[in-house]
């Protein structure tokens, strides 16, 4: 992680953390690298840069400072609107644009922001680049072996320019409807947009498919992102399941990357339901490239013990999706994700994307004519308690000796029964503290043992 970009973009309060002068600059900056790069290996044309943004209302503000920073360096800005950043990877990918940038703090409350970069590939940007708009937003930068304090304006006809670009929102659309292998006719879905991104995308899909598609959550102010409703907050869609007989419901977050399930009873089915569902079903088809399903540190213990039972392989890697696809592109595998939802299925997507979630969900329920709760029932969850304790200083507080001794005893009271993973949030000022063990009262005292400590030495905010 960077001075400002952690692993998934550069996030924090709007104007505060955030401003609309770092969105401008990191539209100046980019905006003349991938000309200037252009230009040194002879091409003429100009830099072609796709932009969408979600529902927040600063999101507009860091939408006209990024483009106006994109057009002075001479790059063409192509705007999506609002869409979410799986659609926005899609058209980088597919229309051969040098970047995208998505404008959004996904599941963050609705006065947070972010910028998030995505290469030509449909990628999360390569640490590299980041680098380099870091260096600029600090005042100098060091690139093609020069070092420039202040970037040139482009001028007369070198201007950029901005480009409507809602028919490949529409082209995105199209894809995921491409994806449905089933008529979902006589299904009852329930979907939760949390009045972010997904808001006027997911029930074109789920209509188009045949479904009767019930829509919560998709009414965006600019303040209800997120708000009691979405992935976070799914409490909201479990009634609204059972009280309207639905077959299944599916939550997205703010920027709709990732998708919550839950099933016909009002259960949720989260990350790593998902994973064993899809991977097993996979598995048994001979289908599952590579035979193994990439998880984070954070999955379940349920799950890596299903997947061993099933004969399927698993990877676990640093938290963060972005972890979860360098391991699959480095170890040629093709499907896995977290357990909060994130889950990528590289032959179909180069990030995650809840819709393309939810539909693969629907593909699994229709292929095996079973419930969403028959087939998570496969799966035993290991009770789990998960703190978020908002800090000062995340360092300091992960590396206190007395933190580091509190979780030792806990290493050492669990035993072989469980475990405890304390880290540090890519996104946020917040220790995670999760204890997972053979009862929810051990995870409840052992994982409040070490958040106690955290507190009683002054770091907690």
């Known amino acids: ?208 498919l045949g479904a009767q598609t019930y829509v919560i959550n998709a009414e965006p102010n600019g303040y209800n992102i997120n708000t009691n409703c979405g992935s976070t907050h799914i409490e909201g869609l479990q009634k609204f399941v059972v009280d309207n007989h639905c077959d299944v419901g599916f939550a997205y977050d703010g920027d709709s990357d990732r998708c919550m399930c839950v099933d016909e009873t009002g259960a949720v089915v989260d990350g790593d339901h998902i994973m064993y569902i899809y991977g097993k079903h996979m598995h048994d088809k001979g289908a599952l490239m590579g035979d193994t399903v990439v998880t984070t540190i954070m999955s379940n213990f349920g799950l890596f013990r299903a997947l061993e039972a099933a004969g399927i392989n698993y990877a676990k890697t640093a938290v963060g999706d972005k972890y979860v696809y360098e391991y699959m592109v480095d170890n040629n595998c093709y499907f896995g994700g977290e357990q909060s939802g994130h889950i990528i299925f590289r032959n179909y997507a180069s990030t995650g994307d ?33 703190v978020n304790v908002r800090v000062r200083d995340k360092a300091a507080a992960r590396g206190d000796a007395d933190v580091q001794a509190a979780m030792q005893a806990v290493t050492e009271q669990l035993g072989d029964t469980g475990r405890i993973i304390v880290r540090e949030s890519g996104t946020e000022p917040v220790i995670r503290v999760m204890v997972e063990a053979e009862s929810q009262q051990a995870c409840d005292e052992l994982c409040e043992s070490v958040v106690k400590v955290i507190r009683d030495k002054g770091h907690a905010v």
């Not at 600029?136 to 040139?152: I, R």
């Open 354 to 386: 809840g819709i393309l979630t939810s539909l693969k969900m629907m593909e699994v329920m229709c292929a095996k004519k079973k419930t969403l709760h028959q087939l998570a029932s496969e799966l035993t969850i290991y009770p789990q308690k998960l």
């Open 1 to 208: 992680m960077g001075k400002y970009f952690g692993t998934d973009g550069f996030r924090g309060e709007a104007n505060v953390t955030l401003t609309a002068d770092h969105a401008f600059k990191v539209g100046r900056f980019l905006g003349w690298y991938y000309g200037e790069k252009k230009r040194r290996e002879g091409s003429k044309d100009v830099a072609r840069i796709v932009i969408g943004k979600d529902t927040r209302r600063s999101s507009y503000m860091f939408e006209y400072s990024l483009v106006a920073g994109l057009v002075a360096s001479g790059a063409d800005a192509y705007m999506l609107h609002v869409t979410t950043t799986p659609s926005v990877a899609y058209v980088a990918r597919v229309d051969e644009f040098d970047c995208g940038i998505m404008i959004s703090a996904s599941h963050n409350p609705y006065f947070d922001n972010g910028i998030k970069l995505i290469n030509g590939q449909g990628e999360k940007m390569d640490e590299e680049t980041i680098d380099l708009v870091e260096q600029y937003l600090d005042g100098s930068v060091t690139v093609f072996g020069e070092t420039f304090e202040e970037l040139p304006f482009a001028v007369r006809e070198n201007i950029g320019r901005t480009v409507d670009y809602v028919s490949g929102r529409n082209r995105y659309i199209g894809y995921l409807i491409s994806q449905g292998l089933y008529s979902f006719k006589n299904k009852r879905v329930a979907l939760d947009c949390a009045n972010g991104a997904a808001w006027n995308i997911a029930k074109s899909v789920f209509d188009a």
